[in-house]
């Protein structure tokens, strides 16, 4: 498990602890439970771009070989340049 800090309102940090108080458990296994609950629901993981963005990119990797090493600085010149 990885430690982050992370900044919260006045009322989200009340709405939290009082969720803990109910459930009878850590904050920190309220927010880890609110986290999970939130990626599962996210409209951007339900996307078709997003879906079909992530599977080209793993078409991507099976290429074989690798670019260039400049290819950050010069996106324009291998993208448009001929």
């Known amino acids: 498990m990885l430690r982050t800090n992370l900044y919260l309102t ?45 599977k080209l990119a793993d078409l991507a990797e099976l290429l074989p070989g690798k670019g260039p090493k400049d290819m950050s600085t010069n996106l324009d010149k291998y993208a448009w340049d001929e």
Request: charged letters at 25%; aromatic letters at 2%.
């Open 10 to 54: 006045e009322e989200q940090n009340r709405e939290i602890t009082r969720l803990a108080v109910v459930v009878k458990k850590p904050k920190a296994a309220v927010l880890r439970h609110l986290i999970v609950f939130g990626l599962k629901n996210a409209s951007l993981a339900k996307s078709s771009s997003t879906r079909a963005l992530l």
